[in-house]
């Protein structure tokens, strides 16, 4: 019985949290099979050429699985940024990111889930790089 109740109370928790970042969360992010996997074929289309395939960066742009992009560090608002107006060469030294054309809002919304996933799977890496 109180182990029923505790499981009663995380599910009482969890749904308040849900709650709540839905509240502070403008654009709640959707992490549902079909928004990952279309946001790894954006992703692959668009930003492995200088992001990597696996993510860890090549030598035209940095890896996402640096702590530096940690959601706290570099939240989901920056992705959209970046691919909409580019972003200056600060963490790198790889040069400047140019804006990426042909992709919208919700298409970033997917890159962005998508790589949130892979960032929760692989773990960070240090920065700077060791
Ligand atoms: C032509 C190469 C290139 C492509 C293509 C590219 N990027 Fe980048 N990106 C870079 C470089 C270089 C930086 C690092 C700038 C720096 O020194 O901080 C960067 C940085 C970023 C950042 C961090 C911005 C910040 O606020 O510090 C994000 C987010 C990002 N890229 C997202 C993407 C996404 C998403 C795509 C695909 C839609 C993409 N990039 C495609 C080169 C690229």
Not at 18 to 26: E, H, I, K, P, Y
Not at 29 to 40: E, F, I, Y
Not at 53 to 59: A, M, P
Request: charged share 15%; hydrophobic share 40%; net charge negative.
């Amino acid at each position: 019985m109180i182990r029923l109740l505790k499981a009663g109370a995380g599910i009482a928790l969890a749904g308040m949290l849900l709650v709540a970042c839905g509240v502070t969360d403008s654009a709640p992010v959707d992490r549902s099979a079909s928004t990952l996997s279309q946001g790894a074929d954006l992703y692959q289309a668009n930003c492995m050429v200088c992001h990597g395939s696996d993510l860890r960066g090549t030598d035209l742009g940095p890896p996402f699985l640096s702590e530096v992009y940690r959601p706290n560090h570099h939240a989901d608002a920056a992705f959209l940024l970046a691919v909409q107006t580019g972003s200056r060469a600060h963490h790198w030294n790889f040069g400047d990111m140019p804006p990426i054309a042909g992709i919208d809002a919700d298409d970033i919304a997917s890159i962005t889930a998508y790589v949130r996933s892979v960032q929760e799977a692989e773990g960070f890496e240090p920065y700077p790089p060791p």
